[in-house]
T-cell receptor
Framework: GQQVMQIPQYQHVQEGEDFTTYCNSSTTLSNIQWYKQRPGGHPVFLIQ?????EVKKQKRLTFQFGEAKKNSSLHITATQTTDVGTYFCAVYSYNTDKLIFGTGTRLQVFP | ETGVTQTPRHLVMGMTNKKSLKCEQH?????MYWYKQSAKKPLELMFV???????ENNSVPSRFSPECPNSSHLFLHLHTLQPEDSALYLCASSQDRSRPGSYNSPLHFGNGTRLTVT
C-alpha cells in the first residue's frame, strides 16, 4: 500500500540554526498537508500544497512541493524555541480513501 | 482555543470496563474522525463519518465502536480493551465535499483523550 516516510525522525538544533524535514511518498500525490503538534498538544494544520513545484511561505517557514508531486519539504529559517514540536505531513490516498499521516519529525531547539 | 472539544482529557480503565469518549465540534463541519496516536507510531485513522455516513475501517478491532448521532457529535465506545490500546485518541473534523471519505480539507483536531488501560 501507499507509504509516507518522513526524515529525519528527530532533529536537535541550536536556536538560530535552520531546520528541514522531508516527506516522501511512494505514489504521485494530489496534494499534501503539513501539521505541527506541540508537546502535549494536538496536531494543528499549517498549510496545503496542491501544484507541482509549489512554494509557500509562512514567516520563517517555507513549504515546497516536488515537481513530480511525490515529495515535499518544510524548512524553518533561524529556529526559535517556539518551533519545538513534531511536524507531520499528510497525504490523501486515492486507493484507500484515507488521509495518511507521515511518521513525523520531532524538532528540539536548544536555547 | 480549539473548535473541537473532547472529553474526558484523561481516562484510566481496566480491561473489563466499558467507557465512552466524547467529541463535539463547533465549526459547522460535515465530517468527523477518530485517530489513534501511539508512541513512535504514525497517526492511525480509525473511523470516519462524512455527511453522517460511516466509512468502514475494517482494521479496527470490534472492541472500539463509534457512534455519530449528528454532524456535531461523535462518540467512541470502548469495551474489553487491552493494555496495547493505551494511547492518545484524537477526534477531528473537517468540511468535506459530497463524496464520503474525501480528505482534501484540512483537519481540525481536539485536544485528545489520553487513555490508559490497566
Amino acid at each position: 500500500g501507499q507509504q509516507v516516510m518522513q526524515i529525519p525522525q528527530y532533529q536537535h538544533v541550536q536556536e538560530g540554526e535552520d531546520f528541514t524535514t522531508y516527506c516522501n511518498s511512494s505514489t504521485t500525490l494530489s496534494n499534501i498537508q503539513w501539521y505541527k503538534q506541540r508537546p502535549g498538544g494536538h496536531p494543528v494544520f499549517l498549510i496545503q500544497l496542491v501544484k507541482s513545484g509549489e512554494v509557500k511561505k509562512q514567516k520563517r517557514l517555507t513549504f515546497q512541493f516536488g515537481e513530480a508531486k511525490k515529495n515535499s519539504s518544510l524548512h524553518i529559517t533561524a529556529t526559535q524555541t517556539t518551533d519545538v514540536g513534531t511536524y507531520f505531513c499528510a497525504v490523501y490516498s486515492y486507493n484507500t480513501d484515507k488521509l495518511i499521516f507521515g511518521t513525523g519529525t520531532r524538532l528540539q531547539v536548544f536555547p | 482555543e480549539t473548535g473541537v472539544t473532547q472529553t474526558p482529557r484523561h481516562l484510566v480503565m481496566g480491561m473489563t470496563n466499558k467507557k465512552s469518549l466524547k467529541c463535539e465540534q463547533h465549526l459547522g463541519h460535515n465530517a468527523m474522525y477518530w485517530y489513534k496516536q501511539s508512541a513512535k507510531k504514525p497517526l492511525e485513522l480509525m473511523f470516519v463519518y462524512s455527511l453522517e455516513e460511516r466509512v468502514e475501517n475494517n482494521s479496527v478491532p470490534s472492541r472500539f465502536s463509534p457512534e455519530c448521532p449528528n454532524s456535531s457529535h461523535l462518540f467512541l465506545h470502548l469495551h474489553t480493551l487491552q493494555p496495547e490500546d493505551s494511547a492518545l485518541y484524537l477526534c477531528a473534523s473537517s468540511q468535506d465535499r459530497s463524496r464520503p471519505g474525501s480528505y482534501n480539507s484540512p483537519l481540525h483536531f481536539g485536544n485528545g483523550t489520553r487513555l490508559t488501560v490497566t
